[in-house]
């Protein structure tokens, strides 16, 4: 029996991920879901009261509010990405409990497994070691709230689910240098040095750290046929179950833009996690999800969207 939601609050609504989803709700449901998405700047969900107002009637919740950023960001912000992770989870889901919500489903992190998983991970693997020192604080933040998610299930037999997203892109992502993923990174400073006609841009790390990417739409979609069809208490992934090294992604954005100088690597700065892909069979096998969109085609369409947004002026 799938489920049917009436009132969800959207946390992270207004991000990246959460605008796609939002659209995939209204393509599955239509306009009869009533959807709460916080955007007032008082809407702080490390506040428990800001918590209980915004969960009157509400039904379900979809958590997807996080502080996050690339390397760099998460390097020099490593307290408040702990801090601030956790604390909106905790307070938002003991919250729902009291709150009679039925489901609530968080969208956890890829950067909460061991530095040195087994690849492809699996989720049993989860808690076989550290995550990746320059995101610990991040992925460490948002695994307790799968600590949280199961005790609350076990006490309370309460339906909270937990997935884990791998690196996604896609149109709307965030181009903002300072806090930006490696693909919006990428294609950033591609564009700038092509339009500039720089002979080079400096690309950090050595290249050789793979990663496995999940276009946004897709993942929204994993997220609303998780909320339908999935009521356990195991993690689930959700990716492509693929990977490519850094520098095979570098030299295809690098096609797609048209920029024609050369890279330099920078070892001095980090690689992060060494490698990164998932096993996604339990996603299929739970409720039936599995990534359509082809790679390169996803990468087009980001680019496109970007180059647009900057000849609007809005990046």
């Excluded at 948002?142 to 199961?150: E, G, H, S």
Aim: one cysteine or more.
């Amino acid at each position: 029996m799938t489920y049917q939601p009436t009132v969800i609050l959207l946390t992270g609504g207004a991000g990246f991920l959460g605008r796609h989803v939002e659209e995939e709700i209204r393509k599955r449901w239509g306009a009869s879901i009533s959807i709460i998405v916080p955007k007032r700047p008082g809407d702080d969900l490390r506040d428990r009261a800001t918590c209980e107002r915004l969960l009157q009637g509400v039904d379900t919740v979809i958590h997807l509010a996080a502080r996050v950023g690339g390397i760099g960001y998460n390097q020099e912000h490593p307290a408040e990405l702990f801090y601030d992770n956790a604390m909106m989870g905790i307070q938002l889901m003991d919250a729902a409990y009291r709150h009679g919500v039925k489901k609530f489903l968080i969208a956890g992190t890829v950067c909460a497994y061991p530095k040195f998983t087994p690849v492809p991970f699996r989720e049993d693997d989860l808690w076989n070691g550290y995550p990746e020192e320059t995101n610990a604080p991040y992925g460490l933040a948002k695994r307790m709230l799968l600590v949280q998610a199961q005790a609350y299930r076990k006490q309370y037999g309460w339906n909270a689910i937990y997935l884990l997203p791998v690196n996604l892109y896609g149109p709307e992502d965030e181009f903002d240098p300072a806090s930006s993923h490696v693909i919006p990174a990428l294609i950033r400073k591609m564009v700038e040095a092509r339009e500039a006609h720089e002979p080079f841009v400096e690309l950090w790390g050595t290249g050789k750290a793979s990663r496995d990417f999940c276009f946004v739409r897709d993942a929204a979609e994993a997220l609303v046929l998780a909320l339908e069809r999935y009521d356990g208490a195991d993690p689930v992934n959700v990716g492509n179950g693929s990977e490519i090294p850094i520098r095979e992604l570098a030299q295809i954005i690098k096609r797609l833009v048209g920029y024609e100088g050369e890279f330099r690597w920078n070892p001095e700065k980090p690689d992060g996690q060494p490698r990164r892909s998932l096993d996604v069979s339990r996603a299929e096998r739970f409720f039936g999800f599995r990534a359509s969109t082809p790679f390169e085609e996803g990468l087009r369409e980001t680019i496109s969207w970007f180059e647009q947004a900057r000849t609007q002026g809005l990046i």
